[in-house]
């Protein structure tokens, strides 16, 4: 295959076995990676670096177990806004996406406008995170919180093996 993918149903089955591999195991060898998928280490490496350069390997990363840090709850924050327009939108996504304490954050549809996922050492840190930080961000009508109480996937992206 030549040029960048571009949607899904340009990667072909062997890009989708090193999509896989390096999804489980980002720090695989060009060689383990290549015996993994049945290549040579060249065009292997040439692929791995093809799928760098198109964006669909965004980038590779550490994934820290937050209650080791001790960080022991995962909250979910469900908030509407007073206003919204594109001004209040953006100066709020970008004043939510600042506090350490948001994981993901999402402008969503529905009966709210964001969805924060917040990782917390407590119910005391959490509440010094809406004092001191949520709560002084201008624009905000209301807040809804949800504890996780245990994660039952946790996944950094899809597996392109498994998806249609």
């Not at 899904?8 to 015996?35: K, M």
């Not at 280490?41 to 994934?63: D, F, M, N, Q």
């Amino acid at each position: 295959m030549t040029g960048k993918p571009r949607r899904n149903d340009d990667l072909d089955q062997i890009d989708r076995r090193i999509l896989s591999a390096l999804q489980e195991d980002g720090r695989l060898t060009t060689n383990a990676l290549a015996d993994k998928v049945g290549l040579s280490p060249s065009p292997c490496w040439t692929r791995v670096k093809r799928l760098e350069e198109s964006g669909v390997i965004e980038k590779y990363v550490a994934v820290l177990d937050h209650k080791v840090l001790g960080f022991n709850n995962v909250v979910f924050v469900e908030i509407t806004l007073d206003k919204h327009d594109d001004r209040v939108l953006d100066q709020f996504g970008e004043a939510l996406t600042r506090a350490p304490e948001v994981v993901e954050a999402y402008l969503v549809t529905g009966e709210y406008d964001y969805l924060a996922k917040v990782i917390v050492s407590g119910t005391d840190h959490y509440e010094r995170f809406l004092r001191e930080t949520l709560y002084r961000i201008p624009g905000i009508r209301q807040t809804r919180t949800t504890f996780g109480l245990r994660a039952l996937k946790r996944s950094i992206s899809v597996d392109p093996l498994k998806m249609p």
